[in-house]
């Protein structure tokens, strides 16, 4: 397993952008799918986005055109690029790391997780 440690969470007013980073720990990190999910008070937690090993991407379609999930895997981070943002994306976002089948949105392929960064969106 990798430890996950998210940052860059915050107050925003809609239309802003805010970048989640996500530093992970050890030395196979290159190898692991990495994802954000996100969970809103009262609700599921849900995918948001993941990037395979090689740098495929894949989206939820409330977020596609408007996130983007990068990676450097010389600096073990993942980061989610978020534009246009919307009170409805106020949430807790989780960072995800797994060596599981690609492409995947099941949050039970991913073993390891971060503690999570709040996102706030005001109207």
């Known amino acids: 397993q990798v430890q996950l440690v998210e940052s860059g969470g915050g107050l925003v007013q809609a239309g802003g952008s805010l970048r989640l980073s996500c530093a992970a720990s050890g030395r196979t990190f290159s190898t692991y799918a990495m994802a954000w999910f996100r969970q809103a008070p009262g609700k599921e937690r849900e995918f948001v986005a993941a990037?395979?090993?090689?740098?495929?991407?894949t989206y939820a379609d409330s977020v596609k055109g408007r996130f983007t999930i990068s990676r450097d895997n010389a600096k073990n981070t993942v980061y989610l690029e978020m534009n246009s943002l919307k009170p409805e994306d106020t949430a807790l976002y989780y960072c995800?790391?797994?060596?599981?089948?690609?492409?995947?949105?099941?949050?039970?392929?991913?073993?390891?997780w971060g503690q999570g960064t709040q996102v706030t969106v005001s109207s």
């Open positions: 995800a790391a797994g060596m599981t089948r690609w492409p995947t949105r099941d949050e039970s392929t991913f073993g390891s």
């Open positions: 990037i395979s090993w090689s740098g495929g991407s």
